[in-house]
């Protein structure tokens, strides 16, 4: 769309939206605010903004003092950490770009993304060395590692080299650095997404990317000083999904969670209650244990005005429902990619919705991905690129743009089935939105399973699932069938005291929202269903897996 | 400072971030929302964010069909009104400049302002047609007026011409506008701002100026969908201090209160309480009047969750206090300038403040300016340009520079002495800064009284006389003295219930705070203290009024 210059006055066009002014206003306005990281023991590490302010500028040093320069590529593998938090403004705000390197990944994607993006230093926790060391004969370009510990140089086994200590570098730099001005169209970070095809695709965030959604993400979800975000998303992913920016930007109290899995959740949904958390993020999964634990603590405990986002895949009203009663805390349903920095609709409702609706309905209008936020352009179109009304109904792919919405892999001839000629993000998902402005996915546009020639909604049959009080997980993938193509099966993992549920219960719920031939003919109790590195239902997996289910019979 | 680029991927920099995005995604998501709008007869006027779009898309048809072009300027004279706020949008939208007029500026002034911008057309409220007439000998660029009536043509009698009826250009327009791409730099509206000498001097806002105040806004000061905004301030000062732009950001209901003066405050403030208004700004003054009118209800109003921003000048702590007593609404100091699109400072207070204060310390806190908003730098300079530290004590210029304060004046050899070379620009106030980002504003510099070779602080007397039970207004001014070079001297009014005050119970109360050389020589009890167009005090006419006062004895 081409751009029509107005009148020029030229009198502020040169303030630049960096990152650099995000945290310095954070610290001089909420320099005592706190900081919460935690530690591989378990124990909380605690310091304020003016702390790590102080470390952010040493590290900035520190990095220079390497030889590192402004626009190099810094890879980091690291937890969520406070370490890493320094890492977000320090590196970046030296003029480097920090490049987020998914620790799950297989050893030739990662040493692709090293090589792609042109790494020359990674900064590595120490309980990751191994991760590093497995690419290291696929990666040339690397000249040094940082790695981050406790321990004396002499205590670290690895064949990395050379090596530097993250303490040690920031024990010897000064504490006062001098920010450059960085013109705000320089790279933030760059991260990598992994489709269920291809090699991984990077996408790269300009500081004014990662400055206007901090900006619009804590004004469209009202975060500020009297908040206490709660780090869960790996810091890796997108981001962290924004959070950490848009939590400096408010001024919010931050808890980083460190290394941690599903094991645990107990330990973790203690500091959650505890440290009177009011905003997380995480994916179903883990608020569907979270709220396991909750239901069997003695004393409920009281979240009132807590704001957890749950994003990945939509939630169960059931653990809406159950966070609600157990807890008063709200599940906030939101829908994003890489590829939009995450957070692109927010489910919140709005006060005549409130008065207007049952609570049924309100329930129903709640598992909607939610309302496209400020500042994002949104168009519904046809298989033939018409825009479609915005009714409630009409049904076709989603396509996004705003301004810290990606226009473009980075050198990456994937560019071109992703991204429409006026800069949209084809996001690979069919939907409609309503005229309250709700966005509802009706499906992963490759996850259609079409049978006979007729369409089933993997993603509506998997939402059906999980809304029965036994399902904890589920997944729904279409598998090939000699005489109808393709026909659907579902994996279910039972929740712990509902181990009794039998398929033909499943196969009645199931039959109150679909059609009898949409019904998958095979439903199986499986105790785990695969997940890719970031935790998505891998669905390629399990399409071999089953490959053959129904073609033996 | 110079700009250094870092690693440039250019994935997205093509987005504009203009005040056609603002709109358009507040009615996609919002479009059910209401706007009020108080009619002349006091009447009030609803629609909602989705009708007041469509009129906006008429709008921009109109002005294209008499010939108004991308770059062109248009005054408008008017009210707090439904159709004020469309112009907002409607205007600027279709790529020309919205110049504010202050409807009550001295003819030479106005004239000045519409000559130095280049208007060409005029659009003005029936009632305020003369303000115009009285401006046309001396303008001759203008071609065209729009007039905002609800009558025929006919019954219009002006010497304007050709005149355009504002309702009649609508009726006839398309309801559907393709709206340009425009350029963020381009110029959104233009504000002239009258200082106590010299002309006019104007400053151009920019689309992108103005859409991020208004997302800092809505951001830091947590405006959604769920808040009642109060149009007090004129539209016409600073963009009616940038609540309607951070109001649609949020998707909040708008309320416009019309052509109203003092004596509209008893309606004012019953619309206040029925509406359940949360957001409204205002200066002291106001305040103060309301306050009394809400003393005399029979029945408390429960304003519970309503932040009243208090603007002009530091609110009394009487004032703050009997909001909160009476009411339960928090009164908000904020401090800014047309230079910096009204809000710099927002005075909230941090749970650790809270924690830690006594009632007291907290009211005193409150009537500071307030935390310096995310998104702007801040200097505090001494004599020599030395920046001082921020320790609650080092008092110099406050000097301030961000992503929509102005760099320059347009086209004004003002600009050298208001703008350093680094683009900052001089307040003109002294103040301090504290280590909890707190600014405490401590006098004009052009203000302050010099008395023997001694400074007085001119605002800190002022406070202070605030602070006493029977003072409703006062204003302390250096008058010429033969000895002493200045002296001060206070007008006072009294409230309404306290006449019987004396001057001796007055000079007493300040002996609690000033030196006893720095207590005013005379303090004079009048009805009314002179005020510039915006209402501040006009130090200027009091000097000149009282020039006598200390040589004639």
Redesign the interface.
């Known amino acids: 769309?081409?751009?029509?210059?107005?009148?020029?006055?030229?009198?502020?066009?040169?303030?630049?939206?960096n990152v650099i002014?995000?945290i310095?206003?954070?610290v001089?306005?909420?320099?005592?605010?706190e900081i919460v990281s935690r530690n591989l023991d378990g124990t909380l590490f605690r310091y304020t903004y003016s702390d790590a302010y102080k470390r952010m500028q040493r590290l900035a040093n520190s990095l220079e003092s390497i030889g590192i320069k402004?626009?190099?590529?810094i890879g980091v593998i690291a937890w969520n950490t406070c370490q890493h938090f320094e890492i977000y403004f320090g590196l970046p705000g030296m003029?480097?770009?920090m490049v987020s390197l998914n620790l799950r990944l297989a050893p030739q994607d990662l040493a692709y993304v090293i090589n792609h993006s042109g790494i020359k230093y990674i900064i590595v926790d120490e309980d990751l060395i191994k991760v590093v060391e497995s690419i290291i004969p696929l990666c040339k370009g690397l000249i040094g590692y940082i790695i981050i510990t406790d321990k004396h140089l002499s205590e670290i086994e690895t064949i990395l080299k050379p090596i530097y200590l993250y303490e040690d570098l920031l024990s010897k730099a000064l504490f006062n650095y001098d920010w450059?001005?960085?013109?705000e169209?320089?790279?933030y970070a760059?991260c990598y997404t992994t489709g269920t095809t291809g090699k991984p695709k990077g996408?790269?965030?300009?500081?004014?990317?990662v400055y206007?959604q901090a900006?619009?993400f804590?004004?469209?979800f009202?975060m500020?000083?009297?908040d206490v975000i709660f780090q869960l998303v790996p810091m890796f992913h997108v981001l962290g999904w924004s959070k950490p920016l848009a939590a400096i930007?408010?001024?919010a109290k931050l808890i980083f969670a460190g290394n941690w899995n599903m094991n645990d959740l107990k330990e973790l949904t203690n500091i959650l209650v505890q440290e009177k958390v009011t905003v997380s993020a995480a994916v179903p999964a883990v608020f569907m244990a979270m709220l396991e634990i909750i239901r069997k603590m003695k004393q409920k405990p009281d979240l009132t005005g807590a704001r957890l986002i749950c994003g990945g895949s939509e939630p169960p009203i059931a653990l809406m429902r159950g966070f609600w009663d157990e807890t008063r805390a709200e599940i906030i349903h939101s829908y994003g990619s890489t590829e939009t920095m995450a957070i692109t609709t927010l489910n919140?409702l709005?006060?005549?919705l409130e008065k207007e609706l049952s609570e049924e309905e309100l329930w129903n209008l709640k598992k909607k991905q939610g309302?496209?936020v400020?500042?994002?352009?949104?168009k519904i179109i046809d298989k033939n690129g018409i825009e479609l009304p915005?009714d409630g109904k009409s049904s076709g792919e989603i396509l996004l743009?705003?301004?810290?919405?990606?226009?473009?892999?980075?050198n990456d001839p994937q560019t071109e089935e992703s991204f429409t000629e006026s800069?949209y993000f084809r996001t690979g998902d069919a939907g409609y939105l309503d005229?309250?402005?709700y966005l509802k996915i009706t499906d992963r546009l490759k996850d259609v399973i079409k049978s006979g020639g007729e369409w089933i909604s993997s993603i509506d049959m998997e939402n059906s699932l999980m809304s029965h009080s036994s399902v904890l997980e589920a997944a729904v993938v279409g598998i090939f069938h000699p005489k109808w193509d393709e026909r659907p099966l579902a994996l279910i993992v039972l929740r712990e005291d509902f181990k009794f549920t039998t398929k033909e219960q499943i196969r009645e719920h199931l039959s109150k929202s679909f059609a009898k031939w949409q019904i998958p003919d095979e439903i199986l109790f499986v105790n785990k269903i695969p997940r890719t590195s970031v935790g998505k239902l891998d669905k390629k997996m399990i399409r071999i897996e089953y490959r053959e289910l129904y073609t033996k019979n």
């Open positions: 769309m081409k751009v029509i210059k107005g009148f020029q006055a030229d009198l502020n066009v040169n303030y630049q939206l002014n995000l310095k206003h954070a001089r306005n909420y320099s005592r605010q402004v626009g190099d590529r003029g480097a770009v450059p001005n960085l013109d169209n320089s790279v760059a996408v790269y965030y300009s500081h004014r990317n206007l900006l619009m804590a004004a469209q009202s500020n000083v009297n930007y408010g001024g919140t709005k006060p005549w309302i496209i400020s500042g994002l352009d949104i915005h743009k705003g301004p810290w919405v990606t226009e473009n892999y980075f800069g005229s309250e402005g």
